[in-house]
């Protein structure tokens, strides 16, 4: 086989498949971790039946639904409620072409020889920027879905997601703005090796770049406690009220392999993708004995972890606080951050560290001076709300 | 709340760390059929009778909110040749009892010979009429045909050695082991 094809044709598609394939997987898996770690912050159990310690459960629950009846509503938009799960779907996947799991890795495949190889499906100069522009054509299956469905909460969920992930959408891009600032690159694989070539995780110097960047991204794959187009007490089911059976199945595996893609967005723009931790600091080597990938994967798991942490604290946002917190705090916020970043990165590479500096300094002041000014006192019914 | 308390989102984190605390404790499930858990002192079960200490006085069933205890006797010679009630029927119409436990409290006898707190909250029955609608043979017999050791009947002296005690519990925990292996060979037939 000559090297054309391998490296052209065989060894993209391979990747393309594995990553379908282990997205699909993992966005099952995640469903029964989720009410696993669920089940402990209310302190009991969760799936604990089928297989080893419940460890089937997803299994289980996959078989079920895709040999559960797909009923659609009379009077729907047949071909649209038909295609709206695709149209959700097809983006959710489609992203993982661009994430680099891993830096350029050299495999001894029998019959082959060695293959020198990234870990990561391709990388396009402005990956991030289609990975952008690529999640956020997902709306439109939501939409159409609460459209199509001929069902009132189905349409009210489709409205407050497209009302919601169009407001998001700007904190999240100005956040991602500040990392290319910070980067000067669109590249995801460009911008991990910066951060090690700068000597510094782009947390550091944008701490606020990365706050806005996961808040908004857990409002735009409509997780708790910004859940308002599923918004179970209130409208049902929200968006996918009306479907079930295994296009129900394709809506939920979408929004867990989106969670995977912030997760993992999140962990390349400001947690240094698949570097250890403190990249260039000689006597933390011993610390490469972990490889690269599963650096990666352990960074994206934290980040899904807080995910549930967060659904298993918080209660669900009013849809005028929802809207409030993005127009009049997350956008001001950003556009003031995306300035910052801006002159610092302007300087230099130093005027990055300083600004890194300032922001930490900044911020354990104010905690230490607001947490040793006054134990606060317990509420006072009144204050709780209590009448 | 003031400014830095709000710029540091200190509230989200207080709320962060409460669950983060009960992330960490052991769960409290009790998976059922594998473990059980004792139901307190005051728990009111199923009934009980015993038929030998029932004076037939019909209290209960007077008592009873919902008139759901049913009882029939005759007058029989005795060997003094002095009239003696015996009970003909004694049935209690378990699907509607509130479990409300005031034909514990009226029964005169000491102990009581009708009470709920036998701590047994296994109700379930394969027919409607098996476990709902009970007539004598089943109140005094469940337990016996069930293998369980109930604690004492109101009124009815304490066993105040532990040791017996122990043993007794010991016993308990056999008996409804064997319960358990029992009903899993049923199953399958």
Known sequence: MSDTILYNLVIPASKAVIVVLVIATVAGILTLVERRVLAQFQIRKGPNRVGWNGSLQWVADVIKLIFKEDVVPARAEKFIHFLAPILMMTPALTVYAFIPWGPETTFRVPGLGTIRTGLYATDVNVSLLLLVAITSVGVYGIILGGWASNSKYALLGGLRSAAQLISYEVPMGFAVVAAVLMSRSLSLVEIVERQKEYHVWFVFPGLIAFFLYFVSGVAETNRIPFDLPEAESELVAGFHTEYSGFRWAVFFLSEYANMVTISAVATVLFFGGWLRPFPNVGWLSFLDLVPPLAWFVLKVSAFLFVYMWFRGTFPRYRFDQLMALGWKWLIPLSIVNVLLVAFAALWSVAGLKVLAVLLWVFFGAALVVATRRQKRPAPTPAAAGVR | ?189
């Not at chain 2, 369980?148 to 043993?167: H, I, R, S, V």
């Open chain 2, 1 to 189: 709340m003031g400014f830095l308390d709000r710029i540091l989102l200190l509230d989200i984190f207080d709320g962060l760390w409460v669950t983060a605390k009960h992330f960490v404790r052991p769960a409290d499930t009790v998976e059922y059929p594998e473990a059980r858990r004792e139901p307190s002192d005051r728990f009111r079960g199923m009934f009980k009778l015993d038929e030998e200490r029932c004076i037939k006085c019909t209290l209960c069933a007077i008592e009873c909110p919902i008139a759901i205890i049913f009882i029939d006797w005759h007058n029989e010679k005795n060997e003094q040749g002095k009239n003696e009630k015996v009970l003909d029927r004694f049935d209690v119409d378990l699907k509607r009892c509130m479990f409300c436990g005031l034909c514990e409290d009226a029964c005169p006898t000491v102990p009581k010979s009708i009470w709920l707190k036998t701590k047994s909250y296994e109700l379930g029955a394969y027919e409607r009429n098996d476990a709902l609608y009970l007539d004598i043979e089943k109140l005094t017999t469940w337990d016996i045909k069930q293998g369980l050791t109930l604690p004492p009947a109101p009124g009815e002296p304490k066993k105040k050695d532990e040791k017996k005690d122990e043993k007794k519990e010991e016993k308990k925990e056999e008996k409804k082991e064997e319960k358990k292996e029992e009903k899993k060979e049923e199953k399958p037939a």
